[in-house]
Each structure stands twice: as structure tokens, then as C-alpha cells.
């Protein structure tokens, strides 16, 4: 089976911090994803990468920066968080195009005070 | 721009019913239309995967159908049970992005 792991399940966080969220597959898969969701507006693109060292921008990349130094792993930074950036963050993988099936982390519920 | 709609937001019904979670979209170029389950508090779970040349698919007691021309696909669960109890979403690929855009999803309950 795929598994998609999130660093953490629960983090809090105070305004301005630079922050970190992990997210590892062990399928070896090309495509990584991250997406916030939020009530009433479902999920959204945050960024996604195709390759080691790539990113592309997704719909709501504002505040949020990538970095994939290794195939297996794709970290999300908030580069100084804000109140507004509390919400529930997915990671997701895929292989072959980014139109495959993803498998989805179980989620990094963050709250910024 | 594709937005994708889910009819109704939420449903409670009894357990034993048949049942069918509604999903439409603007745009009729898609690659393939998804279905995912989510628990509360937790990640997303493929359940189907339709290619634009498809009609349905079927696993287990789920079997979901695409409309392209429409902008419609189903999601119909036969005989549902507590454990189905669950938010339900879809999302649609585009020709020539690589990106899913995904409806707001239904929340299900099924009582016993």
C-alpha cells in the first residue's frame, strides 16, 4: 500500500514564526502535492512538484514557499506565518501524470495565534 | 475557470437505503473525474477513478458514472451502513494542467 506521511498531526503556532511541514511517500512516486482545506471552500492548490528540485505554483501559493531536495520528500514553509494561514494542510502523491489517483496524507491541522 | 458543485452538502439517512452523492462541473474538458472519501479530521481516500472515455466504475457496493457532455457524474452506494458515514468528494483533472479542482463535498451520515 502507498503511505503518505505528515510530520505532524496537530501544530500551533505563534504569528511570525517560520514553519515547517513534512511530508514523506514511500511509493516512490513523481508527482507531490499540497493543498489547504478549508470549511466552505474545500481543498486548493497550494504548490505541487513534478521532480526532484521542481515546483510549480498552485492556485494559492501566496505566504507559501517548497523545497524538494529528495524525490521521497516535499516540505511545505510558511515563511512567516499569519493568523489567516490556520487550516487543515494535505499532502498528496501520484505517479506517472499528475492526472493519477493521488494518496493522500492524513493531514497537518495548524493553528496560528 | 472549472468549478466543481456538489449536491446536497449534506445527507443523513437511514441504514440499508441506496443512495446517490451528485457531482457537477462547468467545464466538460476533463481527463478524469475522482471520488474520494474523507473521515473526520483525516486525509482523503480514492474510492474511483473515472477516464473521460468511461462511463462508470464499479467497486464493491460504490458505483460511480460520468456525463461529460452534461458535467455530471453520480456516486451511488447500495445498501449504506454506519461505516460509510463519511465526507465525499469529487475532483476533476483538466486537459493540459496538471492540477485537481474539487467540489466541497457531501457529509454523509448513515444511522442504524
Known amino acids: 500500500d502507498v503511505k503518505v506521511t505528515q510530520s505532524s498531526r496537530y501544530l500551533v503556532k505563534r504569528t511570525g514564526e517560520k514553519v515547517f511541514l513534512e511530508c514523506v511517500q514511500d511509493m516512490d512516486h513523481e508527482n507531490m502535492f499540497w493543498y489547504r482545506q478549508d470549511p466552505g471552500l474545500g481543498l486548493r492548490l497550494i504548490y505541487f512538484?513534478?521532480?526532484?528540485?521542481?515546483?510549480e505554483k498552485g492556485d494559492i501559493p501566496e505566504g507559501y514557499s517548497v523545497s524538494r531536495e529528495k524525490k521521497e520528500r516535499f516540505s511545505l514553509i510558511l515563511e512567516s506565518a499569519s493568523t489567516n494561514q490556520t487550516s487543515m494542510y494535505l499532502c498528496a502523491s501520484s505517479q506517472g501524470t499528475a492526472w493519477g489517483t493521488q494518496y493522500f496524507g492524513p493531514g497537518t491541522r495548524l493553528l496560528v495565534l | 475557470k472549472q468549478e466543481v458543485t456538489q449536491i446536497p452538502a449534506a445527507l443523513s439517512v437511514p441504514e440499508g437505503e441506496n443512495l446517490v452523492l451528485n457531482c457537477s462541473f462547468t467545464?466538460?474538458?476533463?481527463?478524469?473525474l475522482q471520488w474520494f472519501r474523507q473521515d473526520p479530521g483525516k486525509g482523503l481516500t480514492s474510492l474511483l477513478l473515472i477516464q473521460s472515455s468511461q462511463r462508470e466504475q464499479t467497486s464493491g457496493r460504490l458505483n460511480a458514472s460520468l456525463d461529460k457532455s452534461s458535467g455530471r457524474s453520480t456516486l451511488y452506494i447500495a445498501a449504506s451502513q454506519p461505516g460509510d458515514s463519511a465526507t465525499y468528494l469529487c475532483a476533476v483533472s483538466l486537459y493540459n494542467t496538471d492540477k485537481l479542482i474539487f467540489g466541497t463535498g457531501t457529509r454523509l451520515q448513515v444511522f442504524p
Open positions: 467545464d466538460s474538458a476533463i481527463y478524469n
Open positions: 512538484s513534478y521532480d526532484v528540485k521542481m515546483k
